[in-house]
């Protein structure tokens, strides 16, 4: 392993003086640059499938900060679109997809290895990207866990409680399940891809576990990313995988050892300290500053910041926000809590 790269190193489970920090939705709007290469683009799909546009947004954030590591710029509803699904956002209400609650809406669907055919853009991105990137800048690769990928396919949007998912899990379980089983087996090869064109890291984004309770988490948030991390380290020994269970609460407890993630994720909801002691001592952690510190800065941002270091201190960790930063956000609280993790 190159021994610059430090968050290689935290998921190695190396307990570092400084963990390495990036942040979710780096590449955003809360950049100037991020909306003059959007511009450019057109919109937004157009730059996630124009490599040389989606590798300048990956790289803006590293220029400006120093990331120690870089996400590819793309998104979790590419896989629907290669899939079949029609996909497109609606400027400010965001994205819309053909819905599938019925067995003729799955049928239609196409099978898994097609779905290079449409993703092809996006691993030409990780290799313009891991030619460019500082030798010294992780690369990760990614894709949304398989049931949050349905909440969207099933709905055709996002929905604040994933009220369609949830009802066609109930009423016609076999058809769910066959969705879910298709989405898990197109996000196992296109992180494969990913991994040969260049990634060094994959994450999974789970961003709407939370709402599934007891046995329905087990079956259908660990068991299709146990079922992903599996068949990604059977093909790429080596390759450490991110799990991001967002709002799992107790669900967090034993996730690791339940999927085979290398580091799982941290939202905001859950105290630090609790997540040292019921979390971190099953390896790497990531997290977990609240977004909303990158608004409204100041104190409470520094004062967090050192909570959350001081809480992780004794384990592998790697600094990171609880969800992704928004665009109301202020570059220079970018910076300052980037200043406050490097420099104490
Ligand atoms: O206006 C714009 O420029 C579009 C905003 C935007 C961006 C910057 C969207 C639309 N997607 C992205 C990029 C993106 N999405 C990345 C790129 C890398 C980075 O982090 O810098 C990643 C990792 C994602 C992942 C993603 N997309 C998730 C999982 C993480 C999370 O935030 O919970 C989800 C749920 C999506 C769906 C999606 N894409 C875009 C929006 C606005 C949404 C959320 C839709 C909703 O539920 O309302």
Known sequence: MAENKKLLRALAGEVLDTPPIWMMRQAGRYLPEYR????????????????DLAAEVTLQPIRRYGFDAAILFADILLVPQALGADLWFVTGEGPRLSTITQQPDFDALKPVD????????VYETVR???????????????????????????????????????????????LFEALLDRITAATIEYLSAQIE????????????????????????????????????????P?????????????????????TGFDCVALDNSVAPEWAAEHVQVDGCVQGNLASSHMVTGGQALVDETRRILRAF????????????????????????????????
């Open 36 to 51: 003059a290469t959007r511009e450019q683009a057109g919109d937004f799909l157009s730059l996630c499938y124009t490599p």
């Open 313 to 344: 201190s004794k384990g592998p960790h790697i600094f990171n926000l609880g969800h992704g930063i928004t665009p109301d956000a202020d570059p220079e609280n970018v910076q300052l809590m980037i200043d406050t993790v490097r420099g104490g």
């Open 128 to 174: 313009i990207l891991s030619r460019e990137l500082p030798s010294e800048t992780t690369l990760i690769g990614f894709a949304g866990a398989p049931w949050t990928v349905a909440t969207y396919m099933i709905a055709g949007r996002g929905t604040p409680d994933q009220g369609p998912a949830h009802a066609l899990r109930e009423e016609n379980t076999a």
């Open 238 to 258: 080596g390759i450490p995988v991110i799990g991001f269970p967002r709002e799992a609460g107790e669900g967090y407890v034993g996730f690791a050892k339940a």
């Open 197 to 236: 064109a260049g990634a060094e890291v994959v994450k999974v984004f789970d961003s709407w576990a939370g709402s599934l309770k007891g046995e329905a988490f087990t079956k259908y948030a660990v068991e299709p990313c146990r079922i992903i991390t599996q068949a990604l380290k059977e093909r790429h």
């Open 114 to 121: 097609a779905i290079h055919e449409t993703l092809s853009p």
